[in-house]
């Protein structure tokens, strides 16, 4: 079996000349901010409130504007922002009930809002071209009837919706639903949701936006919640944590640096039909993971750090909780979360096959051109046209590109997904729940089935590196 191996590997292995050319020489000639770990509080990002409801709707307001934020101690770096916080405010909204967003961009530049995971109506979806101009102001209508999920909102501008994640435009939007089952878990104050992106700034404190010849904008410091590697002082207890991960192209593996076993209870799409003990968990870009972790086990003045084995030095350090003080606790975690039916093969209706590769690109300096089935995004062009209320199987298949590991955490806009098979295989883990992301690693084949039900119209289906995405491994998906 040849050697895998990653990009930098491979490029110090000077394998191939004119793409190393391309991709290092900016990196190279910048130098990054050290920022320290363990300085910082975690922050929460604070719960937006409505500005009126009715019997059917909450609305909120959400400016996109510029704004500083204090991400390194003492340090001001300018950021965009979903009404001036770093990440955007949280929205919380409840199954059955439905949200209007009133967005107004103050920035100089089009923005897109997207819901990610949301069963959303075409016109409240967030097309790539669909945008809203400098100075305009415009509703989008959440009807919040799919599964109450930890799901997050974001840009999604064509050929910059990179930037624009990277430079602070996401925030979370937890769905809820039965609110008996999450009052047995931990909850309120011991119900944290976690953001976790890499990021690079500058000397004098400014992000480093790098997209690095279209591979991706990685970082040099983790920030959760907009702060670098922060410290949560914990009660001896259990608590929920809802995490994200929101890096531009950073797939991530955590862990604890107790080896404890982190007990994940739900994936992108929402509660697993029961609880599962993982010693480490996966989390590519965009994919969602909530895990209870029960830090009675240790005594008072213990340090935890949740870890990403997917990294060395800093950017393996993702926070750490500190257990400063018992408490008394009567949350549970159910053997049984949630109800889950597996969809059967064979209902589906048919098999469609997205074969996700790069292509070089000539010019100075080379670089690669994402595509999914040999092709670049084309808004005009409908790549699939499921019908409303069909089944249907959909193959990603990850060719590579010149040798390297390249991963494509593919998503599926509208219709959330099961996974049928990886490689040929039914996945380890029966009923894992549902996902509207999936990472396909190098030479994989996953096999997906999902119901394109809600609505009638225009959606997407594309890569969450967000710059493969951006140039441009997305393809329209219309249904009709
Ligand atoms: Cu997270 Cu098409 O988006
Ligand atoms: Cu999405
Ligand atoms: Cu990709």
């Not at 130098?31 to 990002?45: G, K, N």
């Not at 949350?331 to 209902?347: G, H, K, N, T, Y």
Request: glycine share 8%; proline share 7%; with cysteine.
């Amino acid at each position: 079996m040849p050697a895998r191996l990653d990009r930098r590997q491979f490029l110090a292995q000077g394998s191939a000349a004119l793409l190393h050319l391309a991709v290092s020489a900016p990196t190279q000639a910048r130098s990054h901010r050290v920022v320290p770990e363990f300085q910082v509080a975690l922050p929460v990002p604070a719960v937006l409130r409505a500005v009126r409801s009715d019997t059917t709707t909450d609305y909120y307001e959400i400016v996109q504007r510029e704004a500083h934020a204090e991400i390194i101690p003492g340090v001001r770096t300018p950021v965009w922002t979903y009404d001036g916080s770093f990440p955007g405010p949280t929205i919380e909204a409840r199954q059955g009930r439905a949200t209007v967003v009133t967005y107004t961009n103050s920035l100089g530049v089009p923005t897109v809002a997207h819901l990610h995971g949301g069963v959303t109506r075409p016109d409240s979806d967030g097309f790539p071209t669909d945008t809203l101009a400098p100075g305009e102001t415009r509703r989008y209508q959440y009807d919040n009837t799919g599964r109450a999920a930890t799901l997050w909102y974001h840009d999604h501008s064509r050929r910059d919706a990179g930037r624009k994640l990277y430079t602070g435009l996401a925030g979370f939007y937890l769905l809820k639903g039965d609110a008996r089952l999450d009052e047995r878990l931990p909850h309120g104050e011991y119900d944290i949701p976690l953001m976790l992106q890499d990021r690079a700034f500058t000397d004098d404190g400014e992000l480093d936006y790098d997209h690095d010849g279209h591979h991706g904008a990685t970082g040099r410091v983790m920030l959760v919640n907009g702060a670098p590697s922060p410290v949560l002082e914990v009660a001896a207890r259990k608590y929920r944590f809802r995490i994200l991960n929101a890096s531009n192209a950073t797939a991530m593996r955590l862990a604890l640096s107790t080896h404890q076993p982190l007990v994940q209870i739900a994936t992108d799409q929402g509660l697993l039909p029961a609880p599962v003990a993982l010693s480490t968990i996966g989390l590519a870009m965009a994919e969602r993971v909530e895990v209870v972790i029960d830090f009675s086990v240790y005594p008072i003045g213990s340090r935890v750090v949740l870890q990403n084995r997917r990294a060395n030095g800093p950017l393996s350090r993702v926070m750490r909780f500190d257990v400063v003080r018992a408490q008394r606790d009567d949350s549970i975690v159910p053997q049984r979360l949630a109800e889950f039916e597996p969809m059967p093969r064979s209902q589906a209706a048919r098999t469609r096959t997205f074969v996700f590769g790069g292509e070089p690109t000539l010019g100075v300096p080379p670089g690669v051109h994402w595509v999914i089935n040999g092709e670049s995004f084309d808004p005009l062009r409908v790549d699939a046209n499921p019908r409303l209320g069909d089944i249907e199987v959909w193959r990603f298949v990850n060719r590579g590109f010149m040798g390297q590991t390249m991963l494509h955490p593919v998503h599926t806009h509208l219709a959330p997904f099961q996974i049928l098979r990886r490689n040929g295989r039914t996945p380890l883990r029966q009923g894992g729940g549902w996902k509207d992301t999936v990472a396909i690693e190098d030479g994989e084949e996953v096999d997906v089935i999902m119901q394109w039900s809600g609505y009638r119209g225009r959606y997407l289906l594309h890569c969450h590196n967000l710059e493969h995405e951006d140039h441009s491994m997305m393809v329209r998906v219309d249904v009709i």
